[in-house]
C-alpha cells in the first residue's frame, strides 16, 4: 500500500520558519519526482515545489522562490520543504504528493497524494 504522510504544520507568526516533512513508503519512487502543493480555504490547490530522487533537480512556484526549498534523502526516502520569511498568505494545507511525470506543476500529473498537513501564518 502506497503511503505519503507529511509531519511538521503548525501555528508560526510572519517571518517564522517551519519545515515539513514527507515520508514515503509501499513502493519505490525513485523514478518518480516528488513534490508540494498547497490549498488554502475557498483557493484551489496550487503547485509549491518538486524535486526529482534523480539527479535532484528542482522547481518552485515564483511565490515561494528565495522563501522555500525543497530537498529530498533517499535513504530515508523523505522529502522536505524548509519554509523561511513566512507570510500569512502562506497559510493552508500543505500536501505532499508524487509523479511519475517529472517535475510538473500541475496537481494531475501526481498519482500519490499525503492526506495534508496544516501551516498558519499568523500576522
Known amino acids: 500500500q502506497v503511503q505519503l504522510v507529511e509531519s511538521g504544520g503548525g501555528l508560526v507568526q510572519a517571518g517564522g520558519s517551519l519545515r515539513l516533512s514527507c515520508t514515503a513508503s509501499?513502493?519505490?519512487?525513485?523514478?518518480?519526482?516528488m513534490g508540494w502543493f498547497r490549498q488554502a480555504p475557498g483557493k484551489e490547490r496550487e503547485f509549491v515545489a518538486a524535486?526529482?530522487?534523480?539527479?535532484?533537480?528542482?522547481r518552485y512556484a515564483d511565490v515561494v522562490k528565495g522563501r522555500f526549498t525543497i530537498s529530498g534523502d533517499n535513504a530515508k526516502n523523505t522529502v522536505y520543504l524548509q519554509m523561511n520569511s513566512l507570510k500569512p498568505e502562506d497559510t493552508a494545507v500543505y500536501f505532499c504528493?508524487?509523479?511519475?511525470?517529472?517535475?510538473?506543476?500541475?496537481?494531475?500529473?501526481?498519482?500519490?497524494w499525503g492526506q495534508g498537513t496544516q501551516v498558519t501564518v499568523s500576522s
Open positions: 504528493a508524487a509523479s511519475p511525470l517529472g517535475l510538473a506543476v500541475v496537481a494531475g500529473a501526481y498519482h500519490y
Open positions: 509501499g513502493r519505490t519512487f525513485s523514478s518518480y519526482a
Open positions: 524535486i526529482s530522487w534523480r539527479g535532484g533537480s528542482t
